[in-house]
């Protein structure tokens, strides 16, 4: 199934095959950095969420269709990933992660962490455990209330503007003091409307954030 990837790749197919990514929040984002890193042929692949598909995610939700609903979301996208490539090893973790089992994560060998959860502090702790770990990082900041999915940049956390998210990551790492480098995608779009309740969204620009994490972990691998 990677014939035409590999004719991009060559031979660094098998080092993009024998990886490891786990991937933190499977919505909008986490959900197509999934899908489009089973499709690149990564041959283990550890996959962590707590929430059920619900009828309120169909709008940006890869995973969310009618079948799907009341499902965790971890089963839904064990049965996809299967249904695309069988051979792939899947790690199902069902739990809301927090500063308090964040060690449930790193009982595995892990190359790369995807990190799309939404809490700011399970934000902060992946970085650390990561960074101490010497783990390969990519965290996605915000989404919600853009329009523009070319505003999204892979950028450096330090380079990173009009994010609520980001600003407080920056802040967590300068107290830290953190001098390596956290790469994020993130937008420089401002926020589009002012006055609202929930937060609103679209199907594409979470979408492209999760390509775009995809990217950064192949790119990386090749050296491109």
């Known amino acids: 199934m ?3 990837l590999e004719l991009l790749v060559k031979d660094k197919i098998n080092i993009i095959k024998d990886t490891t990514v786990l991937i933190l929040g499977l919505g909008g984002v986490g959900g197509y950095a999934l899908e489009s890193i089973v499709r690149c042929g990564i041959k283990k692949i550890i996959i962590v969420d707590a929430d059920k598909v619900d009828i309120t995610n169909f709008n940006r939700q ?6 799907n609903i009341g499902l965790y979301k971890t089963d839904a996208f064990y049965n996809r990933i299967k249904s695309i490539n069988e051979d792939i090893e899947v790690i199902k ?5 927090t500063e ?3 060690d449930l994560l790193f009982n595995y060998e892990i190359d790369y962490f995807i990190d799309c959860c939404d809490s700011i502090k399970t934000k902060q702790c992946v970085i650390k455990n990561c960074i101490d770990k010497n783990i390969k990082l990519i965290s996605c900041m915000g989404t919600g209330n853009k329009l523009d999915p070319s505003r999204l940049k892979i950028m450096k956390l330090k380079d990173t503007n009009y994010d609520p998210i980001a600003r407080l990551l920056r802040q967590y790492v300068k107290k ?4 390596e480098d956290i790469y994020v995608v993130c937008s420089d779009e401002e926020k589009v409307i002012d006055d609202y309740k929930e ?3 679209n199907s ?3 979408a492209t954030a999760g390509l775009l994490c995809t990217s950064f972990i192949i790119n990386d691998i090749i050296k491109l």
Not at 176 to 179: E, L, P
């Open 2 to 4: 990677t014939d035409r």
């Open 62 to 67: 890869i995973i969310a269709t009618k079948e």
């Open 93 to 97: 973790i069902t739990e809301y992660i």
């Open 100 to 102: 308090d089992n964040i």
């Open 176 to 179: 830290n003091n953190i001098k």
């Open 199 to 201: 937060i609103p969204s």
């Open 204 to 206: 594409f620009v979470p």
